[in-house]
């Protein structure tokens, strides 16, 4: 079987159930409180708890897929994750179910980068940005399928069944991959940087905790602090003892190439804001305007749509021809444009499908600079670095998504999602424009950034415009039989 189908079939499959486990956990926080007779707020550390996990095995999954191999170490991934979720399903227990998602998210942690890696090994530099095109699938689905898939399962069945949903994908995604993916090594991994380890899954974990709870406990509580602060320190110690080893588990040398840095920067902005608008949108939707999380849900859905009309239209015809830096600013400047448009938007009243049009143009807007960014990253990384690479893309990813989040409940928090009047407490739609504005500001910084940053001659090996397929009018005439 072509490997390029078999790694993308496992690859999008198992990053499908990644991030649609993120958004469809957060529809169930408020039942599973309820079912363990404590408070919503508690329960955040089930979230919590997954993010932090991510993080801290994040840096060593470009190591141990070049050890033991890419395939052993993908499907490994899928299988705690599976059998991590079967287990939270059952959890009888709010301290089980945190432990189970602790275990959950080491699979999660380690999957992304490594089949990424695969993935970017696979595909040839001028077929990247229709990789990039696959890749859009799992990225505009999950998060909109999430929250209707979620509100369905925790309103007809039990909120258990929104790890139980994880099991069939990641059983089909095993099996296939174990029967079609051809195994490939690294030849020379290094041996394992233990210290590297050590204070990269301690920092980024670290830091992760501090901004995901800074906004419920507070950013002066002195927890936030304590983290945000060893998180940073940890950080710094990381990159001078790093860059000190010869074959370091974070190859941070890497973002000494100019495409590589500058993509990097951009996927903590875009995720930053884009991540922060999926957040914020249901919250309005659910505590402003009364919808219940499936009528939530179907009305974010117009972004899946958007994103994937545009996807077709980026990778068939406009990255090879205009290339990455102007789509990606132009297309953060569309989020930044929309977002803002969302802000004034935001009212009491404001028709719900105005609102809808908006989410489409959102998701339209999206592959201009996620697939833009997937096709170059890797663009100038050689094949033996691509696994680190990987690793770092990751790892900037999931801080950008953690940001996002952080900074638009700070702002929600600090002007204050309600209000009393009279002797009512109703919603403060001005905090809710606030936020949408903040996460267009960070939008409207990544387009600068992509401007003055990128350099189309860089990622020049991925600007191939597709062939299309050979027509009978095109091929060769038979030799006349005489």
Same mark, same amino acid.
């Given at each position: 079987?072509?490997?390029?189908?078999?790694?993308?079939?496992?690859?999008?499959?198992?990053?499908?159930?990644?991030?649609?486990?993120?958004?469809?956990?957060?529809?169930?926080?408020?039942?599973?409180?309820?079912?363990?007779?404590?408070?919503?707020?508690?329960?955040?550390?089930?979230?919590?708890?997954?993010?932090?996990?991510?993080?801290?095995?994040?840096? =060593?999954?470009?190591?141990?897929?070049?050890?033991?191999?890419?395939?052993?170490?993908? &499907? =490994?991934?899928?299988?705690?994750?599976?059998?991590?979720?079967?287990?939270?399903?059952?959890?009888?227990? +709010?301290?089980?179910?945190?432990?189970?998602?602790?275990?959950?998210? !080491?699979?999660?942690?380690?999957?992304?980068?490594?089949?990424?890696?695969? +993935?970017?090994?696979? @595909?040839?530099?001028?077929?990247?940005?229709?990789?990039?095109?696959?890749?859009?699938?799992?990225?505009?689905?999950?998060?909109? $399928?999430?929250?209707?898939?979620?509100? $369905?399962?925790?309103?007809?069945?039990?909120?258990?069944?929104?790890?139980?949903?994880?099991?069939?994908?990641?059983?089909?995604?095993?099996?296939?991959?174990?029967?079609?993916?051809?195994?490939?090594?690294?030849?020379?991994?290094?041996? @394992?940087?233990?210290?590297?380890?050590?204070?990269?899954?301690?920092?980024?974990?670290?830091?992760?905790?501090?901004?995901?709870?800074?906004?419920?406990?507070?950013?002066?509580?002195?927890?936030?602090?304590?983290?945000?602060?060893?998180?940073?320190?940890?950080?710094?110690?990381?990159?001078?003892?790093?860059?000190?080893?010869?074959?370091?588990?974070?190859?941070?040398?890497?973002?000494?190439?100019? $495409?590589?840095?500058?993509?990097?920067?951009? !996927?903590?902005?875009?995720?930053?804001?884009?991540?922060?608008?999926?957040?914020?949108?249901?919250?309005?939707?659910?505590?402003?305007?009364?919808?219940?999380?499936?009528?939530?849900?179907?009305?974010?859905?117009?972004?899946?749509?958007?994103?994937?009309?545009?996807?077709?239209?980026?990778?068939?015809?406009?990255?090879? =021809?205009?290339?990455?830096?102007?789509?990606?600013?132009?297309? &953060?400047?569309?989020?930044?444009?929309?977002?803002?448009?969302?802000?004034?938007?935001?009212?009491?009243?404001?028709?719900?499908?105005?609102?809808?049009?908006?989410?489409?143009?959102?998701? @339209?807007?999206?592959?201009?600079?996620?697939?833009?960014?997937?096709?170059?990253?890797?663009?100038?990384?050689?094949?033996?670095?691509?696994?680190?690479?990987?690793?770092?893309?990751?790892?900037?990813?999931?801080?950008?998504?953690?940001?996002?989040?952080? $900074?638009?409940?700070?702002?929600?928090?600090?002007?204050?999602?309600?209000?009393q009047v009279g002797a009512h407490l109703v919603a403060h739609v001005a905090a809710y424009r606030w936020a949408f504005l903040a996460a267009a500001a960070v939008a409207l910084a990544g387009s600068v950034t992509a401007l003055l940053t990128v350099r189309d001659a860089e990622a020049a090996s991925t600007m191939v415009r597709r062939r299309p397929p050979p027509t009978a009018a095109r091929r060769p005439e038979a030799a006349p039989q005489y």
């Open positions: 079987m072509d490997q390029r189908f078999a790694v993308s079939a496992v690859y999008v499959a198992a990053l499908f159930l990644s991030i649609l486990d993120v958004t469809i956990v957060n529809v169930a926080i408020p039942t599973i409180g309820r079912d363990f007779h404590t408070p919503a707020a508690s329960v955040d550390v089930v979230v919590i708890g997954f993010l932090v996990s991510l993080a801290v095995f994040i840096p =060593a999954s470009g190591w141990i897929g070049d050890r033991f191999g890419g395939k052993r170490t993908l &499907l =490994a991934a899928i299988t705690v994750f599976t059998l991590a979720s079967a287990l939270c399903g059952v959890a009888t227990s +709010l301290g089980e179910l945190v432990v189970f998602r602790i275990i959950q998210g !080491v699979g999660g942690g380690m999957l992304t980068p490594v089949g990424m890696a695969m +993935l970017y090994r696979t @595909f040839p530099p001028a077929e990247r940005v229709r990789l990039a095109g696959l890749l859009m699938i799992p990225t505009a689905l999950a998060p909109a $399928l999430g929250p209707v898939i979620g509100g $369905l399962l925790v309103t007809d069945l039990s909120w258990r069944w929104v790890f139980f949903v994880n099991l069939p994908i990641g059983v089909a995604a095993v099996i296939f991959g174990a029967l079609f993916v051809t195994e490939r090594r690294e030849s020379r991994p290094g041996s @394992f940087d233990l210290s590297g380890f050590l204070l990269a899954g301690a920092g980024l974990g670290a830091l992760m905790y501090g901004v995901s709870e800074g906004p419920s406990q507070g950013w002066g509580s002195t927890a936030v602090l304590a983290t945000v602060g060893a998180g940073v320190v940890l950080l710094g110690v990381m990159v001078r003892v790093e860059m000190s080893v010869e074959q370091p588990m974070v190859n941070l040398r890497l973002l000494s190439d100019r $495409l590589f840095r500058a993509t990097n920067v951009l !996927v903590v902005l875009t995720m930053t804001g884009f991540f922060g608008v999926l957040y914020l949108v249901p919250l309005y939707y659910q505590d402003a305007r009364g919808l219940s999380a499936l009528n939530s849900g179907l009305s974010t859905f117009p972004e899946a749509i958007g994103v994937l009309i545009a996807a077709q239209l980026v990778s068939r015809y406009l990255y090879p =021809a205009i290339g990455p830096r102007r789509l990606m600013g132009a297309g &953060l400047l569309g989020i930044a444009a929309v977002t803002a448009a969302m802000a004034g938007a935001s009212g009491a009243h404001t028709s719900l499908w105005v609102l809808r049009l908006l989410m489409f143009a959102l998701g @339209f807007c999206i592959p201009f600079v996620m697939m833009s960014m997937q096709a170059a990253a890797f663009a100038t990384i050689s094949p033996e670095s691509t696994g680190r690479a990987s690793t770092l893309f990751n790892a900037n990813r999931q801080l950008g998504g953690a940001v996002g989040v952080a $900074l638009l409940s700070t702002v929600l928090a600090a002007i204050g999602p309600s209000r």
